[in-house]
T-cell receptor, first 115, second 114 residues
Framework: DVKVTQSSRYLVKRTGEKVFLECVQDMDHENMFWYRQDPGLGLRLIYFSYDVKMKEKGDIPEGYSVSREKKERFSLILESASTNQTSMYLC??????????????FGQGTRLTVV | KQEVTQIPAALSVPEGENLVLNCSFTDSAIYNLQWFRQDPGKGLTSLLLIQSSQREQTSGRLNASLDKSSGRSTLYIAASQPGDSATYLCAVMGYGGATNKLIFGTGTLLAVQP
């Protein structure tokens, strides 16, 4: 079974802290994604990566950065956490394809609260 | 810019009823469409993946159809059960050079009453 694992289920951080959210997948997928999910707004794409060290901004990258030093690991970084970054964060991965597209698999989510 | 819409936003049905969830998208240049289920406070579980060249996919009591030209997909759930209660999300994977971006609808919250 494909497994996408996020390092924490719940996280509480203080305003101004630097926060790292980690995601690891075990299926050798090229594509990895970070989304945030808020009531009434659905899932919004923050960043995605299509290969090691490659990244592209999604729809809401402000206040976030990412790191992909190894294929299996994609990290989301909140440089200086703010209360409006309190949210559910979801990581996903999929194979990269130019001809068909493949199934995306999600982690269990990290509920981040910034106080 | 691709936009994905799901109707209705919420649905409550009695157990045993057949039901249809709708998903529409504005840009037909997609690789595939995927339906997910999300239980409260949890991650997303993939239900069905339909490639752009396909018309439908089936898994157990679930059947998903895709009409790319009209930008629509439906998820049909037969003989609904209380355990089907969850939020159902559709997502389209579009063209994008080296990348395969996945764009989501806002979901349909389904409640199946015993």
């Amino acid at each position: 079974d494909v497994k996408v694992t996020q390092s924490s289920r719940y996280l509480v951080k203080r305003t101004g802290e630097k926060v790292f959210l980690e995601c690891v997948q075990d299926m050798d997928h090229e594509n990895m994604f970070w989304y945030r999910q808020d009531p009434g707004l659905g899932l919004r794409l923050i960043y995605f990566s299509y290969d090691v060290k490659m990244k592209e901004k999604g729809d809401i990258p402000e206040g976030y950065s990412v790191s992909r030093e190894k294929k299996e690991r994609f990290s989301l970084i909140l440089e200086s956490a703010s209360t409006n970054q309190t949210s559910m964060y979801l990581c996903a991965s999929s194979l990269r394809t130019y001809s068909g597209g493949t199934e995306a698999f999600f982690g269990q989510g990290t509920r981040l609260t910034v106080v | 810019k691709q936009e994905v819409t799901q109707i209705p936003a919420a649905l409550s049905v009695p157990e045993g009823e057949n039901l249809v969830l709708n998903c529409s998208f504005t840009d037909s240049a997609i690789y595939n469409l995927q339906w997910f289920r999300q239980d409260p406070g949890k991650g997303l579980t993939s239900l069905l993946l339909i490639q752009s060249s396909q018309r439908e996919q089936t898994s157990g009591r679930l059947n998903a159809s895709l009409d790319k030209s009209s930008g629509r997909s439906t998820l049909y759930i037969a003989a609904s059960q209380p355990g089907d209660s969850a939020t159902y999300l559709c997502a389209v994977m579009g063209y994008g050079g080296a990348t395969n971006k996945l764009i989501f609808g806002t979901g349909t919250l389904l409640a199946v009453q015993p």
